[in-house]
């Protein structure tokens, strides 16, 4: 039987470890922690299951449904109330976000000089943005979407990578930007835009975590992938690295060395989160969330009003993101100190002084991958760098929520059993 091993066992190591045992592999998943998931994590605030990694799924994407559906969960996918975001600027809680894309509004007024864009090109959305609709549409609207996405400034990340159905109508010769957005929203629909799983992302990993059983073996931290394939002094066929960016330059920087030069060039942003379960009474704003504007007195880069965004949430669970690119400062400090900036943003933000009934701190260093202009060209020189009977997959391919790493994840077993065959 043909052996592979997985390293990682976050939700792209978990989905690339069940396809390749379906597909007759005799699969051993080597996960460095004391638990499954990776940057997905739920736990228990205040006697609620809250997830303190990712919250939510794309629902347009199919990936997250059909696997909920295969491992009968297709019951407990929830949708959300309604209630939409709005922004903080100017030292005050602003209106709704109106339909944009990654913040780009459709309607916006535009520069009347004609566009100019070269096929093929590539740019970061704040360069773009802001030649077209001005500073304030980067600073009040794109800027708190990108940060929210990829805890990166808008003027960090690739149009091309990022919004690659933009780049595409772009190419294709749209007249406008907004003609170009227009285009890829399409037409407006009542459906739900996120998704998420009743009892938190770890229902999900739970019954992966059961398909898998003890081909999972937690504690087992990997220093270095040495063809043909040694790992842990034991030898497999092929190998998945479904690990960080960063941390997968450290394994194979040593003996693949174009390989962990290419993968070295992403970078990735550490950020926290500040989970609160705050009295019911509360008097929380009628919103699903508060992004902030560029340059405001705010620690926090987003406010998610949990409990005003999902039904099953008591009323008073809160999210607050912190961390930037190359920011760092509030994410190192003691959880005292996180708390307390979160407690002063709500203060700030909201008015509101109550205390909280249960807190819970969570750092994610060098969680989220960066794609910054010219993204797609280091993807390219990753792929050609990566031999046969290795693939990799994570967040810093084809997009940085679930879905994509799932479909990155069966992508890379494909390419696994194509090699080996």
Known sequence: MTAVAVVGAGISGLVAALRLVEAGCRVTV???????GGKLRSETIGGVRLDVGAEAFLRRRPEVVDLATELGLADQL??????????????????????????????????RIPLRWNAGADTSLGALVRSRLGDEVVERSVDPMVSGVFAAHA????????????????????????????????????????GAFRGGYQQLLDALTEKLGDRIVLGAPVPEVRPKWSLRGSMFDAVVLAVPAPQV?????????????????????????VTMRL?????????????????????????TLSGRKWAHLPGGAVRL???????????????????GAAREDLANVFGITDEPEAVHVQRWYEGIPVYLPGHRDTLTAIDEATPAGMALAGAYFDGVGVPACIARAESAVQKVLADLS
Do not use: W
Not at 87 to 94: E, I, M, N, Q
Not at 161 to 168: I, S, T, V
Not at 260 to 267: E, L, Q, W
């Open 249 to 273: 330059a450290r394994l194979v920087g040593l003996n693949l060395p174009e390989l962990g030069d290419a993968v070295s060039r992403i970078p990735a942003a550490s950020s926290a989160l």
């Open 321 to 339: 993101s912190f961390g930037r690119l190359g920011v760092s400062r509030i994410v190192d400090d003691l959880d005292a100190g996180l708390i």
């Open 78 to 111: 929830v949708e959300p109330v309604g209630r939409r975001p709005a922004v903080f600027a100017d030292g005050a809680v602003r209106g709704h976000l109106g339909r944009t894309l990654m913040g780009i509004p459709a309607d916006a007024d535009e520069v």
């Open 155 to 194: 003027d960090d990340v690739s149009v091309r990578a990022a919004l690659p159905a933009l780049a595409a109508r772009l190419d294709e010769g749209a007249p406008s930007l907004g003609t170009a957005v227009t285009d890829v929203l399409g037409e407006p629909s009542d459906e739900p835009v996120f």
């Open 30 to 36: 080597f996960e460095s922690g004391t638990r499954v």
């Open 279 to 303: 009295p019911e009474t509360t008097p929380l704003p009628d919103l699903s969330g508060v992004l902030v504007a560029t340059r405001e007195q705010v620690s926090a880069k987003a406010f």
